[in-house]
Nanobody, 119 residues
């Protein structure tokens, strides 16, 4: 079972940038697709972005395309999320999640990290 630990959240002004990291550890960690989700107060959790095992294929929600970039360090089993041009509506708890290759469902979740964008 893989374990996930997020870091890098915080408070930033409208238009600013933040970088989140997700460290994956445990047996077969490199065999998991890693995704980022977020949940704002009073709203359902939503998909943000994901990256495959090779780090070459990515997928983004329309709301973050062109502003967020996901990347993967295969050697260190770390996935980063660079968030630029942040908006107040990006404020949420961001979760790193993992699903085993070939699976449909994300089964492993990190503890979450708060991102707050001030207007």
């Amino acid at each position: 079972q893989v374990q996930l630990v997020e870091s890098g959240g915080g408070l930033v002004q409208d238009g600013g940038s933040l970088r989140l990291s997700c460290a994956a550890s445990g047996r077969y960690a490199s065999n998991y697709v890693i995704g980022w989700f977020r949940q704002a107060p009073g709203k359902e959790r939503e998909f943000v972005t994901a990256i495959d095992l090779s780090g070459r294929n990515t997928h983004y929600a329309d709301s973050v395309k062109g502003r967020f970039t996901i990347s993967r360090d295969i050697v260190r089993n770390t996935v980063s999320l660079q968030m630029n041009s942040l908006k107040p509506e990006d404020t949420a708890v961001y979760y790193c999640a993992a699903k085993f290759r070939g699976s449909e469902e994300y089964t492993v979740w990190g503890q979450g990290t708060q991102v707050t964008v001030g207007s």
